[in-house]
């Protein structure tokens, strides 16, 4: 008994690549590091860029300076409130992000496996992007 | 009548199969499900008056493939999308059906899936099982197995999990996520197939005949067969476990003619042929111990010299305090109980009852009653399972009196 002797082809056109933000997380450790061993960290992580260029998958990346640096705005009982420092006080701090187009996850978990500053503690979001109109169903 | 009883066992057989057909077929899991739902749903009614088709397996495909395109052909045009374009071609000849149902498993135990998400759409999606019957087996609410196998769907149409094996490179860490499935569903129905409850006991089965399927489909991977094995030496002694009243029943005091002898010379069989393969695995050593264990026609009779260099192998592949612990014991049975007690006197493993329970065992053996009872009472302050509950409860009262 062949269920494929009742197969009928179907092709459907699909969308044939997906897009993925590889959030860079930092480690508490990476300030500490030596300036020298940070910046070989750099020089790697701009050649893993540099190669996801040549492959075709790179969008558009960039970093981000530290936290410290950053300024939350939201909302108290209808009034804006301006406040120094990041929205969420946690220890792993959002670096900078990569946006990449792939065939499927696997493919975006291999290229986020080699992220060079994943061996300094670093970890990787990988998150699909919404494309288009954003709307719930 | 005839046909209902057919309808129930090409169910059970075929649903995965054909599922995972389909889902290569119209690319989308839900709808893939609905569409079979929907063509069991004519089967039961058609089937009832006219009999059975020819080939029912068949029948099901095809009656589920146009519920699909339907579905496709009305949300294109409700959409007026004109990317997706649908053609109809000839019959495909013999399409590779054996390769869908391994591409189904591996995109269901995919690890971007939060384990227990992989658990209920393994069972549901692969074995077929209702979303109620999962939820009476693993003692949670209906809803909450509905919910994780949701979420595990809309995680994979939503962050494009693929559906397909993984390449050479990615197999083996790819296959531990599923054998680590596998061996989840089967220790869920294992641990508590106690007493009435014999769906959980079904589990049992359903993950022997997944790793059965994953045998067949990957035949040249040692891990699947370790893990079978392991499974069927354990399974084979389910029923030894329990006495007429629901009572556990240690290994040592079973009743060894009540073991299953097909399923322990299939699993030795598979046993020996996995440790001469290669370098020994932590399924394949777990596998071994049993087959020691299931070697011995007494228990008296146990090999216990063998069973502890065995956990000593399986301590350096897979370091833990449990293991540890299983190996203290061998040792004990084999040299003696004086030097199993100062081993596991080394070993920490804070709130789990099998530690005191076992020094509480060694001192019982040793005729130091009164430490004895007191390691039982520690170990009923830990235990969770009633049955496990009871037994420390009568060997407590043993030795008080004794």
Same mark, same amino acid.
């Given at each position: 008994?062949?269920?494929?002797?009742?197969?009928?082809?179907?092709?459907?056109?699909?969308?044939?690549?997906?897009?993925?933000?590889?959030?860079?997380?930092?480690?508490?450790?990476?300030?500490?590091?030596p300036?020298?061993?940070?910046?070989?960290?750099?020089?790697?992580?701009?050649?893993?860029?540099?190669?996801?260029?040549r492959?075709?998958h $790179?969008?558009?990346?960039?970093? =981000?300076?530290?936290?410290t640096?950053?300024?939350t705005?939201r %909302?108290? +009982? !209808?009034?804006a409130?301006?406040?120094?420092?990041p929205?969420?006080?946690t220890?792993?701090v959002?670096?900078?992000?990569?946006v990449?187009?792939?065939k499927d996850?696997?493919?975006a978990i291999?290229? $986020?496996?080699?992220?060079?500053? =994943?061996r300094?503690g670093?970890?990787?979001?990988?998150?699909p %992007?919404? +494309? !288009?109109?954003?709307?719930?169903? | 009548?005839q046909?209902?009883?057919?309808?129930?066992e090409?169910?059970r057989?075929?649903?995965?199969?054909i599922?995972?057909?389909?889902?290569?077929?119209?690319?989308?899991?839900?709808?893939a499900?609905?569409s079979?739902?929907?063509?069991?749903a004519?089967?039961v009614?058609?089937?009832?008056?006219?009999?059975?088709?020819?080939?029912p397996?068949?029948w099901?495909?095809?009656?589920?493939?146009?519920?699909?395109?339907?579905q496709i052909?009305?949300r294109?045009?409700?959409?007026?999308?004109?990317?997706?374009?649908?053609?109809?071609?000839?019959?495909?000849?013999?399409?590779?059906?054996?390769?869908?149902?391994?591409?189904l498993?591996f995109?269901?135990?995919?690890?971007?899936?939060?384990?227990e998400?992989?658990?209920a759409?393994?069972?549901?999606t692969?074995c077929g099982?209702?979303?109620e019957?999962?939820?009476?087996?693993?003692?949670v609410?209906?809803?909450t197995?509905a919910?994780?196998?949701v979420?595990a769907?809309a995680?994979?149409?939503?962050?494009g999990?693929?559906?397909?094996?993984?390449?050479?490179?990615?197999l083996?860490?790819?296959?531990?996520?599923?054998?680590t499935?596998?061996y989840?569903?089967?220790?869920?129905?294992?641990?508590a197939?106690?007493?009435?409850n014999?769906?959980?006991a079904?589990?049992?089965?359903?993950?022997?005949?997944l790793?059965?399927?994953?045998?067949a489909?990957?035949?040249?991977?040692?891990?699947?067969?370790?893990l079978?094995?392991?499974m069927l030496?354990?399974?084979?002694?389910?029923?030894?476990?329990t006495?007429?009243?629901?009572?556990?029943?240690?290994?040592?005091?079973?009743?060894?003619?009540?073991?299953?002898?097909?399923k322990?010379?299939?699993?030795?069989?598979?046993?020996d042929?996995?440790?001469?393969?290669?370098?020994?695995?932590s399924?394949?050593v777990?596998a071994?111990?049993?087959?020691?264990?299931?070697?011995?026609a007494?228990?008296e009779?146990?090999d216990?010299?063998q069973i502890?260099?065995?956990?000593?192998v399986l301590?350096?592949?897979?370091?833990?305090?449990?293991?540890?612990?299983?190996?203290?014991?061998?040792?004990?049975m084999?040299?003696?109980?004086?030097?199993?007690l100062?081993?596991i006197?080394?070993?920490?493993?804070?709130?789990?009852?099998?530690?005191?329970?076992?020094?509480?065992?060694?001192?019982?053996?040793?005729?130091?009653?009164e430490e004895?009872a007191?390691a039982?009472?520690?170990?009923?302050k830990l235990?969770?399972?009633e049955?496990?509950?009871?037994?420390?409860?009568?060997?407590?009262q043993?030795?008080?009196?004794?």
């Amino acid at each position: 008994m062949s269920i494929g002797a009742a197969l009928v082809r179907l092709e459907v056109e699909f969308q044939k690549f997906m897009q993925y933000a590889l959030l860079i997380y930092q480690s508490e450790t990476w300030e500490s590091l030596p300036k020298e061993e940070k910046n070989r960290i750099h020089e790697d992580c701009g050649a893993w860029h540099e190669e996801l260029v040549r492959a075709g998958h $790179a969008r558009t990346c960039f970093g =981000l300076r530290p936290a410290t640096m950053a300024t939350t705005v939201r %909302t108290n +009982s !209808g009034r804006a409130l301006v406040t120094d420092g990041p929205f969420a006080e946690t220890k792993e701090v959002l670096g900078g992000l990569e946006v990449v187009e792939c065939k499927d996850l696997d493919q975006a978990i291999a290229i $986020a496996k080699r992220f060079p500053a =994943l061996r300094v503690g670093f970890a990787m979001e990988v998150r699909p %992007t919404l +494309s !288009g109109e954003c709307k719930e169903e | 009548m005839q046909g209902r009883v057919n309808l129930a066992e090409i169910y059970r057989s075929e649903y995965g199969r054909i599922l995972a057909s389909l889902i290569r077929v119209v690319r989308d899991f839900s709808l893939a499900e609905d569409s079979l739902q929907e063509a069991f749903a004519i089967a039961v009614a058609q089937w009832e008056e006219k009999g059975p088709p020819p080939n029912p397996a068949a029948w099901l495909m095809t009656t589920a493939r146009n519920k699909a395109i339907d579905q496709i052909r009305r949300r294109t045009m409700a959409e007026n999308k004109h990317n997706e374009m649908i053609t109809l071609g000839t019959a495909e000849g013999s399409a590779p059906v054996s390769s869908d149902s391994l591409r189904l498993i591996f995109t269901c135990c995919h690890p971007a899936i939060a384990p227990e998400s992989q658990i209920a759409l393994t069972l549901r999606t692969v074995c077929g099982l209702q979303t109620e019957e999962i939820a009476r087996a693993f003692l949670v609410p209906v809803p909450t197995i509905a919910q994780r196998i949701v979420r595990a769907k809309a995680k994979i149409k939503n962050a494009g999990i693929p559906y397909e094996v993984p390449e050479e490179d990615q197999l083996a860490e790819r296959l531990e996520s599923v054998l680590t499935v596998i061996y989840l569903v089967f220790n869920e129905g294992y641990s508590a197939s106690f007493g009435a409850n014999l769906l959980r006991a079904e589990l049992c089965g359903e993950a022997i005949r997944l790793a059965r399927q994953l045998v067949a489909l990957l035949p040249s991977e040692t891990e699947p067969r370790a893990l079978l094995a392991l499974m069927l030496l354990n399974d084979a002694r389910r029923s030894a476990r329990t006495d007429e009243k629901g009572e556990l029943v240690l290994l040592e005091d079973q009743d060894r003619t009540r073991w299953d002898k097909a399923k322990i010379e299939e699993g030795r069989a598979l046993v020996d042929a996995v440790v001469r393969e290669g370098p020994p695995t932590s399924y394949a050593v777990q596998a071994a111990i049993l087959a020691v264990h299931t070697a011995a026609a007494t228990s008296e009779e146990t090999d216990w010299k063998q069973i502890s260099a065995l956990y000593g192998v399986l301590a350096q592949i897979n370091p833990s305090p449990v293991i540890e612990l299983n190996r203290a014991i061998a040792v004990g049975m084999a040299d003696g109980f004086e030097h199993a007690l100062t081993l596991i006197d080394k070993i920490e493993l804070p709130d789990y009852y099998l530690l005191p329970a076992s020094r509480a065992d060694l001192l019982r053996r040793l005729g130091r009653n009164e430490e004895a009872a007191k390691a039982y009472r520690s170990a009923l302050k830990l235990v969770s399972n009633e049955a496990e509950r009871r037994y420390l409860e009568r060997r407590l009262q043993e030795v008080i009196s004794g």
